[in-house]
């Protein structure tokens, strides 16, 4: 059965009964094929995400795995491993750029929007809405298993056209904004902590990678979410909400009795409730029919 239901149009944040949990991994049954679903949120900075990613494949040994990535992103950073080298991120904002200056107008748009740009990205990363290079580690264990792979995510370069369309079309409303420019106190706080944790490694043995976790949590990345969307919704939309639905939507699809998804730990709620939210309907429909 395929679904067509998240992926058409652009979608908003749920705001239903579908619960959430604050699980990680999350494990649910797909309601539409009957298959078992493992969830893992991970974290392009926490130093345990490859490892918890490469435990929970070779525990589970699924039959597909969904990866947070597209088929273009996907052979970029083949190549950047192959070369050893990593991805730091900064190619998200160099083609977000690029795409910017494509004409007048639009390069003047993006020497305005630019130092905010540049002043979030760091949070985007942290709630995990960039895809990093631990999505490769996925990659490698599927194929090593014999695993079918699906890039889950949408196109980046669509995703980069969302953003300009939002960015554009809201142009005014964003320069007028209060503050708009600087990353709320709560945010930066949460941020500072978790360098702080991050530069300790080297210099605390052990210990230090526990520290991470425990501030890049469900819980806290759902209030950074929060966070972000209130001061920036126009970039929470395409970043976010969109892609939690082509996410869930790719989880769905995916064939198997066992299936394994790694997903940006920022993807975690939106995603599972949407399943839920599915599951609920197929139960409506089913009892309504009996």
């Excluded at 992926?7 to 990680?24: F, Y």
């Excluded at 052990?206 to 979410?225: E, H, I, K, S």
């Amino acid at each position: 059965m395929t679904l067509t239901r998240f992926s058409s149009g652009h979608t908003a944040p749920l705001n239903d009964d579908a619960e959430v949990t604050d699980d990680n991994p999350v494990q649910l049954r797909n309601p539409c094929n009957g298959s078992v679903v493992y969830i893992l949120g991970t974290a392009h900075i926490s130093p345990r995400s490859a490892e918890q990613t490469t435990e929970l494949i070779r525990t589970v040994r699924p039959d597909t795995v969904v990866v947070e990535l597209d088929a273009r992103r996907a052979e970029r950073l083949r190549r950047e491993m192959e070369r050893d080298t990593h991805d730091s991120g900064e190619s998200f904002l160099t083609d977000l750029f690029q795409s910017f200056s494509s004409n007048r107008s639009g390069s003047l748009l993006a020497k305005l929007l630019e130092p905010m740009l540049r002043s979030w990205y760091r949070s985007f990363r942290v709630a995990g809405l960039i895809p990093g290079g631990e999505f490769m580690n996925a990659i490698r264990e599927a194929e090593a298993l014999g695993a079918r792979v699906v890039y889950g995510d949408r196109n980046a370069r669509e995703t980069l056209d969302r953003i300009i369309t939002e960015l554009r079309s809201h142009f005014l409303e964003i320069l007028l904004r209060p503050k708009q420019f600087q990353v709320p106190a709560e945010v930066a706080e949460f941020e500072r902590n978790l360098r702080e944790a991050i530069q300790r490694r080297g210099s605390v043995p052990g210990g230090t990678a526990d520290v991470v976790d425990q501030l890049l949590n469900r819980p806290r990345v759902r209030q950074f979410n929060h966070f972000i969307g209130r001061y920036l919704p126009e970039l929470m939309r395409p970043l976010l909400h969109e892609r939690d639905a082509i996410l869930a939507q790719s989880i769905l699809n995916a064939p198997g009795e066992r299936v394994v998804a790694i997903v940006g730990l920022g993807h975690m709620d939106g995603i599972e409730r949407r399943l839920r939210r599915e599951a609920q309907l197929v139960r409506a429909t089913t009892q309504g029919e009996v």
